[in-house]
């Protein structure tokens, strides 16, 4: 999870803590580990690149302009299978403590030894490794 590109482009507290909103600009051949969002669904928008996703076991590929929606408790991970940086925005819902988990994420990776653990803290579930090829 190194290398992490994540900005929030609308904070929980501007939304009653009903969506946090965020951009990630994925580097190519990356992308997250297979997990769980307890108690947020996750929505996700295509803006630029090409993504293979996961989702409840059934892989798919999504394109500039296309969303996936994931359900809490489902079984998700994606990766950018292009050859240049893809750019993905995702919000999820409720916001929860999404933006200390993807700050901490972006600012301290390289820290973070114990991925379960921390997943866990934000109310996430490990359930793999990333998509490989």
């Known amino acids: 999870m190194k290398d992490l590109e994540i900005s929030c482009l609308i904070s929980g507290k501007e939304t009653d803590g009903k969506v946090a909103v965020f951009e990630e600009i994925v580097a190519p051949g990356t992308g997250p580990p297979l997990h769980t969002h307890r108690h947020q669904t996750e929505v996700f928008h295509i803006m ?12 798919f590929e999504l394109g500039s302009g296309d969303s996936a929606v994931v359900p809490e408790g489902v079984v998700h991970a994606f ?15 409720p916001a929860l403590e999404a ?7 972006s600012e301290e990776s390289d820290a973070i030894t114990d991925v379960a653990a921390f997943f866990d803290e934000y109310g996430m579930d490990l359930k793999g490794p990333p998509l490989s090829e």
């Open 48 to 59: 630029e690149g090409l993504f293979r996703f996961q989702v409840d076991g059934k892989q």
């Open 79 to 93: 990766r950018n299978i292009g050859e240049t940086p893809a750019c993905i925005h995702f919000e999820l819902i």
């Open 99 to 105: 933006e200390e988990s993807f700050r901490r994420l």
